[in-house]
């Protein structure tokens, strides 16, 4: 395992239809991230993982988001009827110790 | 509550010259404090940490950081610029000893010219 996947790579959508990402950690991470980057923003924290229980949620993730970590092993990250400000790179991190996140590369999402 | 400004949103810089990507924290706790590097249509990449022990941190690829509590600030250097190092930088700052959320700053892009 060399690292966090992330699929799809890109997705483009239809305002008011649902996705879902999926986030492959590093086997041996037990904490999972998700987070949201806009167009020249940096990353904003969208929730946190410890095994399988969601410990901290951001207010950006609003009652349409939902993340799902079963098991403890791979995430997903549905975005109900998605608007156009939804737009947006999700990345998925993951980590074993306290120092430091490892990325994926990211699923880019159009809502057209 | 914590917070990064990163000062340019765009820096450019000749091939061999100095590189200079200024980062200021806010926190209310010590911080520990990091910076990446994105390349287009890519995941962030780590490239140094402070995490409270030797003040100047050194990172991969010749980059280094120094930490200055009195400057709040966290600026990052390299003597000589490549034309490899033209990405997108961002500097990060997280609470304490609890990494599970980072406060990311909005990035510095980095040119290189020839």
């Known amino acids: 395992d060399t690292g966090v996947s992330q699929d799809p790579r890109h997705k483009i959508t239809k305002r008011g239809q649902n996705v879902t990402f999926r986030c492959d950690p590093i086997?041996?991470?037990?904490?999972l991230y998700w987070y949201r980057q806009t167009l020249g923003q940096g990353p904003e924290f969208l929730t946190y993982f410890q095994n399988e229980a969601q410990l901290e949620k951001s207010r950006l993730l609003s009652d349409r988001f939902s993340a799902e970590r079963p098991k403890g092993s791979f995430s997903t990250l549905e975005i109900q009827r998605t608007e156009q400000g939804d737009s947006a790179m999700y990345l998925c991190a993951s980590s074993l110790t306290d120092y430091g996140y490892t990325f994926g590369s990211g699923t880019r999402l159009t809502v057209v | 509550a914590q917070s990064v400004t990163q000062l340019g949103s765009h820096v450019s810089v000749s091939e061999g010259a100095l590189v200079l990507l200024r980062c200021n924290y806010s926190?209310?706790?010590?911080?520990?404090l990091f910076w990446y590097v994105q390349y287009p249509n890519q995941g962030l990449q780590l490239l140094l940490k402070?995490?409270?022990?030797?003040?100047l941190v050194k990172g991969i690829n010749g980059f280094e950081a120094e930490f200055k509590k009195s400057e709040t600030s966290f600026h990052l250097t390299k003597p000589s610029a490549h034309m490899s190092d033209a990405a997108e930088y961002f500097c990060?700052?997280?609470?304490?000893?609890?990494?599970?959320?980072?406060?990311f700053g909005s990035g510095t892009k980095l040119n290189v010219k020839p």
């Open positions: 086997s041996e991470h037990n904490r």
């Open positions: 990060a700052v997280t609470l304490g000893n609890n990494f599970n959320k980072f406060y």
């Open positions: 926190s209310s706790v010590p911080p520990y």
């Open positions: 402070y995490t409270s022990a030797a003040t």
